[in-house]
T-cell receptor, first 111, second 115 residues
């Protein structure tokens, strides 16, 4: 079946940039999402990108999409301790009509 | 702001008990979802509903049932709880005709422990 993969952990120093990567297998993928889950909370939508775009920027967040390689990344500039959370990549494909979540990447920011 | 609330943040039940998890959304969304979240497995869809009294199985419906009698409320039922149902349960809702792809808004989650 279709799959979305992420690395489980990322550790960065406060003030550095973080890059969280995601790969997916659904060739019909049309919408790709990044969600953030803070400790003890539900998921909060951070941003999304359509498959006809290759980049989207929103303040400190930059999403890059390489459709050929089925690779999505989320870059957080000037990472702060408040960015410590689990980040989930999710994709929806027209063929599968399913929203599939990755395993989540736990970002730890240290001073 | 969309608000999705879940009846309990933490719940402890015994094996064999019937368990009800409640979810309420206040934005008149058509679609509602129940997921479970386990470390290393991400989110897995249990059931969803795109209209009152309608329900569809997700990827892991076994051992669960759902009820949607009113548009704003979606209940997840564990008929006979088992230890392998210990997990974090997340409810979500979305608007729009495409119940799969439209942006989903999540509740805070219920951490269920079955002893």
């Amino acid at each position: 079946g279709e799959d979305v993969e992420q690395s489980l952990f990322l550790s960065v120093r406060e003030g550095d940039s973080s890059v969280i990567n995601c790969t997916y297998t659904d060739s019909s993928s049309t919408y790709l999402y990044w969600y953030k889950q803070e400790p003890g909370a539900g998921l909060q939508l951070l941003t999304y990108i359509f498959s006809n775009m290759d980049m989207k920027q929103d303040q400190r967040l930059t999403v890059l999409l390489n459709k050929k390689d089925k690779h999505l990344s989320l870059r957080i500039a000037d990472t702060q301790t408040g960015d410590s959370a689990i980040y989930f990549c999710a994709e929806w494909g027209a063929n599968t009509d399913k929203l599939i979540f990755g395993t989540g990447t736990r970002l730890q920011v240290f001073p | 702001d969309v608000k999705v609330t879940q009846s309990s943040r933490y719940l402890v039940k015994r094996t064999g008990e019937k368990v009800f998890l409640e979810c309420v959304q206040d934005m008149d969304h058509e679609n509602m979802f129940w997921y479970r979240q386990d470390p290393g497995l991400g989110l897995r869809l249990i059931y969803f509903s795109y209209d009152v009294k309608m329900k569809e199985k997700g990827d892991i419906p076994e051992g669960y049932s759902v009820s949607r009698e009113k548009k704003e409320r979606f209940s997840l039922i564990l008929e006979s709880a088992s230890t392998n149902q210990t997990s974090m349960y997340l409810c979500a809702s979305s608007s729009g005709p495409s119940h799969r792809k439209d942006t989903q808004y999540f509740g805070p989650g219920t951490r269920l422990t079955v002893l």
